[in-house]
């Protein structure tokens, strides 16, 4: 079957970098999304790694392994604001995204 | 980019009842489709909105109780239909732009109260 792992809740300190991690079972694999979900709000695109690599945008990060199955979300100098949810999905070779649960990140001052 | 305007944006039903959620996309897509989430959980397709044809639901979903439509490449509508209790989430409409990986967009979605 298809799986997409995230831990359910992680809590870390305003200023401070967080790491997310995604493991993932899929039949096929057309690229990898981290989504950010603010409560009550729809998610909204934050990165797509299709290859092997980092790829940086401003405080987000988004790291990818194919051959692990493994992709992380790297947040650095985190703002109160950055309290979310934070999805991992991953597109099969059906073109289909397989969803994770969303990993909840809580930012204390 | 694509921006996507959902309506109603939250409504309470009464058991029983059929509710229909507009979706309105500012520009052409090829595909849209109808997700669920249910309170602190993930999100769950629906259905894809095919133009001008059946929509494609996944499995645990069937047309009679989420009927779609979708007229035309901007618009569509998901119908709740002999709303339960168990119905109550929050009903998300997206599109893809750019491709069959390109990124996907979403609108601000329908929380739904059945009592």
């Known amino acids: 079957g298809q799986n997409i792992d995230q831990p359910t809740e992680m809590t870390a300190t305003e200023g401070a970098i967080v790491q997310i991690n995604c493991t993932y079972q899929?039949?096929?694999?057309?690229?990898l999304f981290w989504y950010q979900q603010h409560a009550g709000e729809a998610p909204t695109f934050l990165s797509y790694?299709?290859l092997d690599g980092l790829e940086e945008k401003g405080r987000f990060s988004s790291f990818l392994s194919r051959s692990k199955g493994y992709s992380y979300l790297l947040l650095k100098e985190l703002q109160m604001k950055d309290s979310a949810s934070y999805l991992c999905a991953v597109m099969d070779s059906n073109y289909q995204l397989i969803w994770g649960a969303g990993t909840k990140l809580i930012i204390k001052p | 980019s694509a921006v996507i305007s959902q309506k109603p944006s939250r409504d309470i039903c009464q058991r029983g009842t059929s509710l229909t959620i507009q979706c309105q996309v500012d520009s052409q897509v090829t595909m849209m489709f109808w997700y669920r989430q249910q309170p602190g959980q993930s999100l769950t397709l629906i259905a894809t909105a095919n133009q001008g044809s059946e929509a494609t639901y996944e499995s645990g979903f069937v047309i009679d109780k989420f009927p779609i439509s979708r007229p035309n490449l901007t618009f569509s509508t998901l119908t709740v239909s002999n709303m339960s209790p168990e119905d109550s989430s929050i009903y998300l409409c997206?599109?893809?732009?750019?491709?069959?990986?390109?990124?996907?967009?979403f609108g601000e979605g329908s929380r739904l109260t059945v009592l």
């Open positions: 997206s599109a893809r732009t750019g491709g069959e990986t390109g990124e996907l967009f």
């Open positions: 790694n299709v």
């Open positions: 899929t039949s096929g694999f057309n690229g």
